[in-house]
T-cell receptor, first 116, second 113 residues
Framework: EAGVTQFPSHSVIEKGQTVTLRCDPI?????LYWYRRVMGKEIKFLLH????????ESGMPNNRFLAERTGGTYSTLKVQPAELEDSGVYFC??????????????FGSGTRLTVV | DAKTTQPTSMDCAEGRAANLPCNHS???????VYWYRQIHSQGPQYIIH???NNETNEMASLIITEDRKSSTLILPHATLRDTAVYYC??????????????FGTGTRLTIIP
């Protein structure tokens, strides 16, 4: 089966611009997660979708970040306007069961965002 | 989720067993121990998880102490491709809510040729 796909793999934008990251989870996975690692820091949780609903968005840093998952399939994460501190790698993950006891999450390869 | 403590870095000779320790002294009875790794420039990869029994799969073995306050991930025959940062994560698994993973700093494992 295809894994979790993220697009683009790299993005370089200027401060103040808008960027939209896309994640295609594994087909049939209801749970979709966004994480990010900013420079020198640990990987941090951003939010969790169950189908099209936001289950937990406690990790979203501020209102410049907007995540959507219309139709419960792919998800987008928009940063508007981008700031220098948003630079980092954004990972998406998906899982089949809400109680993922028998499955680990499957992560995508990430989108490396650089804000200049 | 309970906090975990791991060594910052470790080396292991190629072909030998790599034993990565993790302390989780505040773990609760319903919390699982998960291991992930991140190979440079890739997303985290699930390795194995367990509750209280030792577990083995095609990638690794997980040994959990009887009091569950610590665990060891074992890569039986390390190869150069096992060089990565390894994360030990303790997580409550429930039917709803709070399914996020809390990553620490992990252990940077370097396999030496």
């Amino acid at each position: 089966e295809a894994g979790v796909t993220q697009f683009p793999s790299h993005s370089v934008i200027e401060k103040g611009q808008t960027v939209t990251l896309r994640c295609d989870p594994i087909s049939g996975h209801d749970n979709l997660y966004w994480y990010r690692r900013v420079m020198g820091k640990e990987i941090k949780f951003l939010l969790h979708f169950v189908k099209e609903s936001k289950q937990d968005e406690s990790g979203m840093p501020n209102n410049r970040f907007l995540a959507e998952r219309t139709g419960g399939t792919y998800s987008t994460l928009k940063v508007q306007p981008a700031e220098l501190e948003d630079s980092g790698v954004y990972f998406c993950a998906s899982s089949q069961d809400l109680v993922a006891e028998n499955y680990g999450y499957t992560f995508g390869s990430g989108t490396r965002l650089t804000v200049v | 989720d309970a906090k975990t403590t791991q060594p910052t870095s470790m080396d292991c000779a190629e072909g030998r067993a790599a034993n990565l320790p993790c302390n989780h002294s505040t773990i609760s009875g319903n919390e699982y121990v998960y291991w992930y790794r991140q190979i440079h420039s890739q997303g985290p990869q699930y390795i194995i998880h367990g509750l209280k029994n030792n577990e083995t799969n095609e990638m690794a073995s997980l040994i959990i102490t009887e009091d569950r306050k610590s665990s060891t991930l074992i890569l039986p025959h390390a190869t150069l491709r096992d060089t990565a940062v390894y994360y030990c994560i303790v997580r409550v698994s429930t039917n709803f809510g709070n399914e996020k993973l809390t990553f620490g700093t992990g252990t940077r494992l370097t396999i030496i040729p």
